[in-house]
T-cell receptor, first 113, second 115 residues
Framework: GQQLNQSPQSMFIQEGEDVSMNCTSS?????WLWYKQDPGEGPVLLIA?????ELTSNGRLTAQFGITRKDSFLNISASIPSDVGIYFC?????????????FGKGTKLSVKP | DTGVSQDPRHKITKRGQNVTFRCDPI?????LYWYRQTLGQGPEFLTY????????KSRLLSDRFSAERPKGSFSTLEIQRTEQGDSAMYLC?????????????FGSGTRLTVV
């Protein structure tokens, strides 16, 4: 199935460091979503972006919807141990006849205390 | 309502056996989706329902897979004659048609291991 290009695949950082990950697509989406998944659980939504150029924050997380509508990035500032997990981007054309999400392959984040 | 529920959480089966998973969506959500997630990959779309109608199936959904949502509430996903390649996490999600994407909610998944 189709998947978005997400990078990096994994990151190993020290507590307190900032993190940046991004996602690109060959297709245009009208909505970008960022999820976090813990082992053995389903993805949990972190941030939703609805307009090209939009910059949205949720606590220490900041995400942007690329102007071309084909990319997005997620930044995490001042990482803490509980940020550990796998982060996924997802694109969707919401409101249409489908609405199924297209996911990236994920970025696995490890934080060393 | 406590969110999207999936049962069982884990299933181990022998190759060739049939398995069935259940998903109970958020009660007011009319759309229900099934995704499959293999190790090291993101979730991949399998199929979705709007109320009781199955509106789309992906090419990943082989003939051995069948999904139902008979009364527009809970859904089942059956895999016949399981193969080792079917081992994956099967995720269910629900949403409202045309609703805010923030309302697209996933369950905790069913982990299938085929031995």
């Amino acid at each position: 199935g189709q998947q978005l290009n997400q990078s990096p695949q994994s990151m190993f950082i020290q507590e307190g460091e900032d993190v940046s990950m991004n996602c690109t697509s060959s297709s245009i989406f009208n909505t970008w979503l960022w999820y976090k998944q813990d082992p053995g659980e389903g993805p949990v939504l972190l941030i939703a972006l609805y307009k090209a150029g939009e910059l949205t924050s949720n606590g220490r997380l900041t995400a942007q919807f690329g102007i071309t509508r084909k990319d997005s990035f997620l930044n995490i500032s001042a990482s803490i141990p509980s940020d550990v997990g796998i982060y996924f981007c997802a694109g969707v054309n919401y409101g249409g006849s489908q609405g199924n999400l297209i996911f990236g392959k994920g970025t696995k984040l490890s934080v060393k205390p | 309502d406590t969110g999207v529920s999936q049962d069982p959480r884990h299933k181990i089966t022998k190759r060739g056996q049939n398995v069935t998973f259940r998903c109970d969506p958020i009660s007011e959500h009319n759309r229900l989706y099934w995704y499959r997630q293999t190790l090291g990959q993101g979730p991949e779309f399998l199929t979705y329902f709007q109320n009781e109608a199955q509106l789309e199936k992906s090419r990943l959904l082989s003939d051995r897979f069948s999904a139902e949502r008979p009364k527009g509430s809970f859904s089942t996903l059956e895999i016949q004659r399981t193969e080792q390649g079917d081992s994956a996490m099967y995720l269910c999600a629900s949403s409202l048609t045309g609703g805010n994407p923030r309302g697209y909610t996933f369950g905790s998944g069913t982990r299938l291991t085929v031995v």
